[in-house]
């Protein structure tokens, strides 16, 4: 994997934690999530008075000799969930930079281990222009997981990406039965909030999370020079142009990212989605554990 971050040491780490999602997500039968309703596992939750048409081998006969009334027992009910990775694979997110590449994909991946770990279906949805690729299929079990990872580290990361249209055309986005992540720099023009809105009204849980160098969060350019987009195919591109940076220039700059995270946050918080904003100095097992742990994502 670009980067080396994942290794056996890592992923042994990882087996003793689990996604926490909220409980009021319905799923699939046959997993490891405890959700809001009752199901047909043996663990005891509660009881309720018997109505017409519940089964009766369900009555508990105990508390009927004592109150004289019908009474089932209610039991948990644990879910299998769908874990969707939206990765933005666009130049802004390491095409000149292997480390930003690699964080990405070692967050992507982390975050899949964790999803098939806890017996869920993951799925890896390669963004790029208008369109986002499920090439993996979906995913269950470690084998399978292992087997995508051998083929997603070659993944190209060039041109723009269109989160919202890649997010909404997806097609194997279904309501209220897991998690969406996106993990992106979110340094575009393509309107992600709608992305994110979209998400929300399928009543999935949403965590974006935010990958940024620490040359884009504190910029070391002075004097005159020659700043490329990334992501421009044409060197007269607008987005391009050479420019004398002064010092307050770059306070503008921190301040205009400063602005630019807040209302990130904000957007979210509103939403009930989570974000993190993490940067790839950080060793990138702390931000996950410290990060997504504080997030309420990792328990």
Partial sequence: MKGSYLNDQFFS??????LNLKSN?????????????YGQTVEFADFREYQLGDDIRRIDWNLYSRFEKYFLKLFTDERQMQIQIFLDCSASMGKDDPKKSGYALATAAALGFLAVQNMDKASFHIMRGEKSENPYGTLIGKNAFFRAMSELENVQFEDDVDIETCVKSCPDTSSRNGLTVIISDFLTESSWKKAVEYLCYKKR??????ILTPEELDPSYDGRVSLIDAESVDLSDDRNMKMRITRSMQKAYQEALRD????????CSKRNVDFISISTDAPIERVLFNELLKAGIMA
């Avoid at 849980?205 to 935010?210: A, E, I, K, P, T």
């Fill in 13 to 18: 780490r990882l087996e003793a934690l689990s």
């Fill in 260 to 267: 630019f995270k807040e209302d990130i946050k904000t957007f």
């Fill in 205 to 210: 849980q949403v965590l974006m999370v935010q």
């Fill in 25 to 37: 997500l319905s799923g699939y039968f046959g997993g490891k999530h405890l959700v809001s309703s």
